[in-house]
């Protein structure tokens, strides 16, 4: 599997169609969270494509790290996990519908440590590394575009679930792009 390890020289060629948009829901934001819910978004064929899962907890997770404050806000009851996919399945679905796409995140230390925890309890070493979204969007667009892109998300509130949240992140950036497209740069790094 090919993990973009950076935006270097090789990626001014790449678009944004190379990335997909990853966001976590969690039992808490503590140092010992564990995930609940995960979501990957990215753009194909000009239009956003989603795939989000639950997470059944896994057995070395510390279940008293539940908290209610952050059940609260992404409103996912902790009875909803107990039928929820195994980390095992989670992980090998996530691993098929990110395919060579470099992951991004808008809290990529958040998400790097759930995605870590994630893997870990499947038994994978090997974790694929998320860039910021912020620092990749000001690579692909510039000007009038990466305004419409952060218009985008302004006008469009967090829904605090995994798969809209990152949904909401791509549809910035197809917006943004169709800007791009008037002036020649679909989405391009140049």
């Not at 973009?4 to 169609?17: A, D, V």
């Amino acid at each position: 599997m090919l993990f973009l390890k950076g935006l270097s020289r090789e990626m001014k060629q790449h678009s944004m169609s190379n990335f997909a948009i990853l966001d976590f829901e969690a039992s808490s934001l503590s140092a010992v969270s564990w995930p609940i819910e995960i979501g990957l978004s990215w753009i194909e064929k000009d239009a956003v494509q989603t795939w989000s899962s639950l997470i059944c907890p896994a057995a070395a997770w510390d279940l008293s790290d539940w908290s209610p404050q952050s059940a609260a806000v992404h409103n996912i009851p902790f009875l909803n996990l107990e039928p929820a996919p195994s980390v095992a399945d989670v992980t090998q679905a996530f691993l098929k519908a990110l395919g060579a796409r470099c992951l991004v995140s808008d809290a990529p230390e958040f998400e790097a440590r759930w995605l870590t925890k994630l893997f870990c309890a499947d038994g994978r070493d090997e974790i694929p590394p998320v860039k910021d979204y912020h620092e990749v969007s000001s690579t692909l667009y510039s000007g009038y575009a990466l305004d419409m892109l952060y218009e985008t998300l302004e006008r469009r509130a967090a829904p605090h679930r995994a798969g809209p949240d990152s949904a909401r992140l791509a549809t910035g950036w197809l917006k943004a792009s169709k800007h791009q497209v008037r002036r020649g740069q679909k989405g391009m790094i140049s």
